[in-house]
């Protein structure tokens, strides 16, 4: 069984995003500060142009870049766990956030 939505009724990804959700990604936000280390002082890169990375927004949200591997996980997703049109499941070094984890305040 895929762990694709079924419940969107919408023919497309634009469409999807009409709809109003508890959380919405503010495109204007602005990357505010380092969470942890960079991937060169982590020794997660080969300093080449794609370096995995951990940001805080100045409108207190996370960004994560990393490896997009939504299409290699969509399959293998456990019950309940969705991703939708307009998402990206994307994967780091688990080093990476072990040295944010400072950075992340206690709820």
């Known amino acids: 069984m895929s762990n694709v939505r079924s419940d969107?009724?919408?023919?497309?990804?634009?469409e999807?995003?009409?709809?109003?959700?508890?959380w919405e990604a503010d495109a204007s936000a602005t990357l505010s500060r380092r969470l942890g280390k960079s991937a060169v002082e982590?020794?997660?890169?080969?300093?080449d142009d794609g370096c995995p990375d951990i940001w805080e927004?100045?409108?207190g949200d996370?960004?994560?870049i990393g490896r997009d591997l939504t299409t290699a996980f969509r399959?293998?997703?456990?019950t309940g766990v969705t991703i939708a049109a307009d998402e990206q499941l994307v994967v780091i070094p688990r080093v990476m956030l072990i040295a944010a984890k400072a950075d992340i305040p206690d709820a």
Not at 8 to 14: L, V
Not at 16 to 22: G, P, Q, Y
Not at 42 to 47: A, D, H, Q, S
Request: proline share 7%.
């Open 16 to 22: 999807e995003l009409i709809v109003t959700r508890a």
């Open 62 to 64: 996370i960004a994560v």
């Open 75 to 78: 399959a293998k997703l456990p």
């Open 42 to 47: 982590l020794g997660c890169t080969g300093n």
């Open 8 to 14: 969107w009724p919408f023919g497309s990804a634009e």
């Open 57 to 59: 927004l100045d409108n």
